[in-house]
């Protein structure tokens, strides 16, 4: 057993290949759902870009409490970052919400307010030139 990783130890094989390919997946494609890069991730998660890069290809898994900050960024929960098929919200939906979270609740309802008047405004305008 000299060489395998504590999880190989305990999975067999496919198991952890599936685990890996996985979170790889799951990772990057709300990464990217959210609009960021590797390094803008990388750097709120405290790691250098290769080792968030390595996360993403199944080459290494995170810790626990490395991958519990990172289901924090990405807005999800750790049981969704390792489900074979996450929930994932639409891509404008995560954009809007990673706008808007580190913002106080009082700077939250105005921004929602501007932009249901914005969308309502468009929405009108549509409907006058006969969409």
């Given at each position: 057993?000299?060489?395998?990783s504590n999880l190989?130890?305990?999975?067999p ?17 709300r990464r ?6 590797q390094a ?7 790691v250098?870009t290769?080792t968030l ?15 519990e900050?990172l289901?924090g960024?990405l ?5 969704e970052l390792?489900a074979e098929q996450?929930?994932m919200?639409?891509d404008d939906?995560?954009v ?5 979270a580190h913002?106080d609740?009082d700077?939250k ?9 914005c969308c309502e405004?468009l929405?009108a305008?549509?409907k006058?030139l006969?969409s």
């Amino acid at each position: 057993m000299a060489g395998m990783s504590n999880l190989q130890s305990v999975f067999p094989d496919e198991a952890v290949d599936s685990l890996e390919i996985r979170l790889a997946r799951n990772i990057a494609a709300r990464r990217k759902a959210l609009g960021l890069t590797q390094a803008q991730l990388a750097e709120k998660l405290g790691v250098e870009t290769e080792t968030l890069s390595r996360f993403e290809r199944g080459k290494h898994l995170p810790s626990l409490a490395t991958l519990e900050r990172l289901a924090g960024l990405l807005q999800v929960t750790v049981s969704e970052l390792l489900a074979e098929q996450p929930k994932m919200a639409d891509d404008d939906a995560l954009v809007i919400s990673s706008w808007i979270a580190h913002l106080d609740e009082d700077d939250k309802r105005f921004a929602r307010a501007i932009l249901k008047q914005c969308c309502e405004h468009l929405e009108a305008k549509s409907k006058l030139l006969g969409s």
